[in-house]
T-cell receptor, first 115, second 115 residues
Framework: DAGVIQSPRHEVTEMGQEVTLRCKPISGHNSLFWYRQTMMRGLELLIYFNNNVPIDDSGMPEDRFSAKMPNASFSTLKIQPSEPRDSAVYFC?????????????FGSGTRLTVV | AQTVTQSQPEMSVQEAETVTLSCTYDTSESNYYLFWYKQPPSRQMILVIRQEAYKQQNATENRFSVNFQKAAKSFSLKISDSQLGDTAMYFCAFLPSFGNEKLTFGTGTRLTIIP
């Protein structure tokens, strides 16, 4: 298995532009999580899906952030418009529903820089 | 809500020595899971070890072991015979047993192994 695949690995964009981050979970996993990592706030859960349905989006910072999971093998996190304070590493992770105790599998992350 | 505290922002140790990283947590749950994740400079999040709260026996994975003290809500990680490849950020994480897939992380400890 190729693991959780995120793209792009790095993204540099100008303030005000739209940014889309992509994630392909492990085949067969049906829980998907988006985390944001910053020096100031550490690892924060933004949103998670079970069976493609958003379960908890209480961590999404503002309306500029949106996430979708149109099918079991793909999810996107979109920021529109982007701001410099959105600069962070964004991780996607997946697991089996009810099997989170086995630990999530994380992707390699997308480093986003907004200038 | 659960909280996870790692009180050691940075640690360093000589190669081949033993080092212990501290983690405490706060929860009203009676059953849950605890994890240690490693994040090397490559930024990949790697699961090191997991502990089920209802198991009294401390988990062990090769050179990595934990000291789980449920009453004290303490979950420390011991790395024996430390190696240069152990240099990384280490995160303690908490997962409730039922109804909630949200993995809560501590702020991390940056561990440096000195040759």
């Amino acid at each position: 298995d190729a693991g959780v695949i995120q793209s792009p690995r790095h993204e540099v964009t100008e303030m005000g532009q739209e940014v889309t981050l992509r994630c392909k979970p492990i085949s067969g996993h049906n829980s998907l999580f988006w985390y944001r990592q910053t020096m100031m706030r550490g690892l924060e859960l933004l949103i998670y899906f079970n069976n493609n349905v958003p379960i908890d989006d209480s961590g999404m910072p503002e309306d500029r952030f949106s996430a979708k999971m149109p099918n079991a093998s793909f999810s996107t996190l979109k920021i529109q418009p982007s701001e410099p304070r959105d600069s962070a590493v964004y991780f996607c992770a997946s697991s089996l529903v009810g099997q989170g105790a086995s630990g999530y599998t994380f992707g390699s992350g997308t480093r986003l820089t907004v200038v | 809500a659960q909280t996870v505290t790692q009180s050691q922002p940075e640690m360093s140790v000589q190669e081949a020595e033993t080092v212990t990283l501290s983690c405490t947590y706060d929860t009203s749950e009676s059953n849950y899971y605890l994890f240690w994740y490693k994040q090397p400079p490559s930024r990949q999040m790697i699961l090191v070890i997991r502990q089920e709260a209802y198991k009294q026996q401390n988990a062990t994975e090769n050179r990595f072991s934990v000291n789980f003290q449920k009453a004290a809500k303490s979950f420390s990680l011991k790395i024996s015979d430390s190696q240069l490849g152990d240099t990384a950020m280490y995160f303690c994480a908490f997962l409730p047993s039922f109804g909630n897939e949200k993995l809560t992380f501590g702020t991390g400890t940056r561990l440096t192994i000195i040759p």
